[in-house]
Nanobody
Framework: QAQLVESGGGLVQAGGSLRLSCAAS????????MGWFRQAPGKEREFVAT????????YYAESVKGRFTISRDNAKNTVYLQMNSLKPEDTAVYYC?????????????????WGQGTQVTVSS
């Protein structure tokens, strides 16, 4: 059974950094586009970043562009999200997702597999 497991969340002060990891198991996701989404309390799940299956193309939400970097290691079946210059408004549960559409999509509905999420809290 395909599974995505996020890790690396935690509590950090504003201006700090965190690196999230998403480990895939149960199948090979090397041909899938991978994405990161986040959901704050009382808000809808929103797109953060996505990376093409080959790793050659990426796309970011405007709110994180220049601060966050998505990357992947297909040999390890793992996707990463490096988050720098964190702000209190980045506080949310962060989710990893996989899409077999092989496109860079910002839409939740484009993704077929989801992790359980990892909490990121940024204090001011």
């Amino acid at each position: 059974q395909a599974q995505l497991v996020e890790s690396g969340g935690g509590l950090v002060q504003a201006g700090g950094s965190l690196r999230l990891s998403c480990a895939a198991s149960g199948r090979t996701f090397s041909s899938y586009a991978m994405g990161w989404f986040r959901q704050a309390p009382g808000k809808e799940r929103e797109f953060v970043a996505t990376i093409y299956w080959s790793g050659g193309s990426t796309y970011y939400a405007e709110s994180v562009k220049g601060r966050f970097t998505i990357s992947r290691d297909n040999a390890k079946n793992t996707v990463y999200l490096q988050m720098n210059s964190l702000k209190p408004e980045d506080t949310a549960v962060y989710y990893c997702a996989a899409s077999n559409l092989r496109i860079l999509s910002t839409r939740v509905r484009s993704y077929d597999y989801w992790g359980q999420g990892t909490q990121v809290t940024v204090s001011s």
